[in-house]
């Protein structure tokens, strides 16, 4: 042990010499310790010291199984830099100098995970103006206070116009509210940002339906229905239009789609047990009511489904 000691101090010594840097009765030397957060050592911490003062300086050493390492500075009339770094930690740097002579140089280096360097830079964003008061509008949503999560989210935008999870919630929020213009400006700014993003467009879709405006809602819901073809609610849709023609045989194949997406999406089983009626499968037909009547109790057919049942 010793003696690899001995070998490291004349490795260090002989790249100080090399850069010029020995001068009589300037040496200082420096001790570290490496630790993570909850205070335990780092082994096998690469420690490099640089010099800002002179490019070519570079000297490497490693912690020991303590995370403890030591070295010797020749120069300490100099400037000089840490960098400390171990597997799945973030690295650290720091600048130092230290007085000619001294033998009580001990620096103490905490490293943070990769998770806690993650978490603390994602604290920092959301304190940041528009993310605070996202996070904010976000809590009052939980909690169950819509007018103040709202309000909250206006006050995110405001901050910051392309923040696009607060636009998608304050567009949500808006159309809830039955306020659909003030749902479809805020599914436009979203669409702005980001032309692909489905819950903007099914909430501009949405919010354009219940304003009347069918230009936008024709829009939205084309963009939208090409984006997302395998969408239950654009596969009813599809459907929809061949059942108003009736047309039974083009209608199948996309309600039977619509059921596998989504074995309980009401429409696409009160649709789908009634086309199994006119094809005489009353088993089939009587199985899709009663799975309508179970997802939708009070939906806009529940009395046509129970008056059919009664017949099956």
Do not use: W
Not at 161 to 177: F, G, H, K, S, V
Request: charged fraction near 25%; hydrophobic fraction near 40%; include cysteine.
């Amino acid at each position: 042990m010793r003696l690899r000691r001995a070998r490291l101090f004349v490795s260090v010594c002989f790249m100080m010499a090399a850069g010029g840097l020995v001068f009589a009765g300037a040496q200082a030397r420096v001790e570290g310790r490496v630790t993570d957060s909850a205070g335990n050592p780092i082994a096998n911490a690469e420690v490099t010291v640089t010099s800002p003062e002179v490019s070519t300086f570079n000297v490497e050493v490693t912690a020991d199984k303590k995370g403890v390492f030591k070295l010797l500075i020749l120069d300490a009339t100099r400037n000089y830099r840490f960098r400390v770094e171990a597997p799945g930690y973030q690295p650290q740097e720091r600048p130092f100098k230290v007085a000619a002579g001294s033998t009580d140089n001990v620096f103490e280096f905490t490293l943070n995970s990769a998770e806690e360097a993650a978490a603390q830079a994602s604290a920092s964003v959301l304190e940041q103006p528009g993310y605070k008061e996202m996070t904010e509008g976000r809590e009052l949503y939980d909690a169950g206070d819509k007018v103040g999560a709202r309000a909250k989210f206006e006050a995110a935008v405001a901050a910051r116009p392309d923040l696009l999870p607060a636009l998608t919630a304050l567009a949500e929020l808006c159309y809830d509210a039955g306020d659909y213009e003030a749902a479809l400006d805020a599914a436009e700014a979203c669409l702005e940002q980001d032309d692909e993003n489905l819950d903007c467009l099914a909430i501009g879709a949405n919010a354009a339906q219940g304003a009347g405006n069918e230009e936008a809602y024709s829009t939205y819901m084309s963009r939208y229905e090409e984006l997302n073809p395998e969408d239950p609610t654009v596969l009813y849709n599809a459907a929809a239009k061949y059942l108003n023609k009736m047309d039974d045989e083009g209608a199948r194949p996309l309600l039977e789609q619509c059921l596998d997406a989504d074995p309980d999406f009401p429409q696409c089983n009160f649709e789908f047990g009634m086309l199994l009626l006119r094809t005489g499968d009353m088993e089939g037909a009587k199985r899709h009511l009663e799975k309508y009547l179970e997802v939708a109790p009070d939906g806009p057919d529940a009395t046509t489904a129970q008056e059919t049942i009664k017949y099956l």
